[in-house]
């Protein structure tokens, strides 16, 4: 039977939640280069980050901060710490108001993997687009759909020129389900 795996999004229906803002150095400057989170590598980060509450509400374990940056609470951490120590790397981040320790959650590896014939609609970059840095990359992806024969044994990756979607594999998505994350939602890939 093949392996599942999961996307993991932010719950974003429950009510009275926190939204967070974009990473941002501690003199409240955004990082350089947000996007360095999500793109399935491990990242260097040379001062200490901050993440600001953009809009106060209940603390959550796992959220989606600016430009989709994953930013997880310890109990969170140490599941992915436990169950995918060689996929992950976390980055520790201060939350203004907010005395818990969290981390920003990368997912350090990049797998090529969408299954464009699965999915139910797949859109790739064209010359006629004007982006040839882009070209023969997704440039929408809805329905997605990945082979699980080429994951390997990740347990937690980035897809392939679709970066935005951060996949769990199904041993993990319990593993969040057993510690009752708050802030987590699985879509089947």
């Given at each position: 039977m093949p392996r599942r795996y999961f996307r993991l999004l932010d719950d974003v229906s429950i009510p009275g939640r926190w939204d967070l803002g974009t990473p941002q150095d501690v003199q409240g400057n955004e990082v350089d280069d947000p996007w360095?989170?999500?793109?399935?590598?491990?990242?260097?980060?040379?001062?200490?980050?901050?993440?600001?509450?953009?809009?106060?509400?209940?603390?959550?374990?796992?959220?989606?901060?600016?430009?989709?940056?994953?930013?997880?609470?310890?109990?969170?951490?140490?599941?992915?710490?436990?169950?995918?120590?060689?996929?992950?790397?976390?980055?520790?981040v201060v939350i203004?108001?907010?005395?818990?320790?969290?981390?920003?959650?990368?997912?350090?590896?990049?797998?090529?993997?969408?299954?464009?014939?699965?999915?139910?609609?797949?859109?790739?970059?064209?010359?006629?687009?004007?982006?040839?840095?882009r070209v023969g990359q997704y440039r929408d992806v809805d329905g997605m759909r990945i082979d699980p024969g080429q994951v390997g044994d990740a347990q937690v990756f980035r897809t392939w020129g679709w970066s935005?979607?951060?996949?769990?594999?199904e041993d993990l998505k319990h593993a969040l389900e057993r510690i009752h994350a708050t802030g987590v939602r699985f879509t089947e890939v």
């Open positions: 360095m989170f999500r793109e399935g590598r491990t990242v260097h980060v040379a001062e200490r980050l901050q993440v600001p509450v953009e809009h106060p509400g209940i603390p959550l374990d796992f959220t989606l901060a600016g430009f989709s940056t994953p930013v997880v609470r310890a109990p969170v951490a140490a599941v992915f710490s436990a169950q995918a120590a060689q996929d992950v790397q976390f980055v520790p203004p108001g907010n005395p818990e320790p969290y981390s920003i959650l990368v997912a350090s590896r990049l797998i090529r993997c969408i299954d464009d014939a699965a999915s139910s609609e797949v859109i790739r970059w064209t010359p006629e687009d004007g982006r040839p840095e935005i979607a951060l996949i769990v594999s």
